[in-house]
């Protein structure tokens, strides 16, 4: 069993590059802004405000569509280097506290607080002061989700967004998991979220439900996984050393595509979504890899590494081409692509240029 004496925090900043805008430019304040590519270009949305998420706007989504739902949203390119000294300020807070702090992104992290003697040993309280620092310090409003596992912790961060602060307690946990829908469970994507449906698994007490031989054969090496978190275990550590090694999107398709323009499409928008990520998480990559699974389920991976970092441009347009070369694409149906980033390294400052083609904001 798990350690219930354990006490996690999960910090996710309220829309953070936007924030940081709006408090940097007052005329900004209480409007919907959207962070990423002109309307007009191919690029994306880094983040928005929370005045244009309620027209549906979100992170990833073209910035055209993001137009057309609201067009009176305000477009603003992004500062990197604002939103890094912003994180840095937010961390430094985090460690005045504890030195149990897993970075996630520039606007997120963990924090292992089963140590702290302060206000009694309440990390509920902690966790409202540390919010409140944060605002006095940075003027930035933060979420924060406090449990005994870091699963339960980032689900309680989502609730009562913007501004929220939420407790759930070993007692309480695996009544809130039965409860929850299977799409809200940190780790289940919307592709694993469909098939579990078709398995009759809406939420977290059908998957509890299932045995692990069960859940082995029609998910494979994520069975234990999913198995654990429907009974509230999870003893991952918060892991200050924590290196990312890659970074990926990949989209199931409802119906098989064959025409060699749509794949291509949908690759270039994988890169862009996967870009995305790796911006937020200040870092940069040198090596693009597509994966490719064909109707009959047979999977190919084709990659190539780049001595300059990886950015949505005419270039990586070329080798996106270059990599469908020697495939079936055009042929075979396809059911599954994927983009995966890996070589990653902390971006020091001198890769914010480059990056940025990624929103195509000319």
Not at 92 to 107: A, C, I, K, M, N
Not at 198 to 211: A, V
Not at 234 to 249: A, E, L
Request: hydrophobic share 40%; aromatic share 8%; glycine share 6%.
């Amino acid at each position: 069993m798990e350690d219930a004496q354990r006490k996690i925090i999960h910090i996710d900043m309220d829309a953070f590059f936007a924030a940081v805008e709006q408090r940097d430019n007052p005329q900004l304040r209480n409007k919907p802004v959207i962070v990423g590519g002109a309307p007009n270009s191919r690029g994306v949305v880094a983040t928005c405000s929370y005045e244009a998420r309620r027209f549906g706007v979100r992170s990833a989504m073209p910035s055209s569509q993001a137009y057309r739902l609201c067009p009176q949203a305000i477009f603003v390119k992004p500062r990197f280097s604002v939103y890094q000294e912003a994180s840095d300020r937010i961390r430094g807070v985090f460690h005045r506290y504890t030195d149990q702090v897993e970075p996630l992104s520039l606007d997120e992290a963990y924090l292992d607080v089963s140590a702290n003697r302060l206000f009694q040993g309440s990390a509920t309280l902690l966790a409202r002061q540390i919010k409140q620092e944060v605002l006095r310090e940075t003027g930035l409003i933060a979420s924060a989700g406090v449990s005994y596992n870091k699963f339960l912790a980032k689900i309680a961060s989502d609730l009562g967004k913007p501004d929220g602060l939420y407790l759930i307690t070993p007692q309480q946990g695996w009544k809130f998991i039965e409860a929850l829908p299977i799409g809200r469970f940190h780790g289940i994507g919307r592709a694993t979220e469909k098939k579990m449906h078709e398995f009759g698994i809406q939420n977290g007490k059908d998957l509890k439900q299932c045995s692990l031989a069960v859940l082995q054969q029609r998910f494979g090496k994520s069975a234990q996984f999913y198995y654990d978190i429907a009974r509230g275990i999870d003893n991952r550590p918060v892991n200050c050393t924590r290196i990312r090694k890659s970074i990926g999107v990949e989209t199931t398709f409802a119906e098989d595509i064959a025409d060699l323009p749509i794949v291509y499409l949908h690759l270039q928008q994988l890169l862009e979504k996967s870009l995305t990520k790796l911006l937020e998480k200040n870092l940069v990559a040198h090596t693009l890899t597509i994966k490719i699974k064909y109707q009959n389920f047979v999977q190919i991976t084709r990659g190539k590494t780049l001595l300059q970092p990886i950015a949505c441009n005419q270039n990586t347009q070329l080798l996106i081409a270059d990599l469908l070369k020697n495939t079936a694409v055009g042929d075979k149906k396809i059911r599954l692509l994927g983009v995966t980033l890996s070589g990653l390294h902390d971006n020091d400052g001198t890769h914010y240029g480059r990056q940025l083609d990624l929103f195509d904001l000319n």
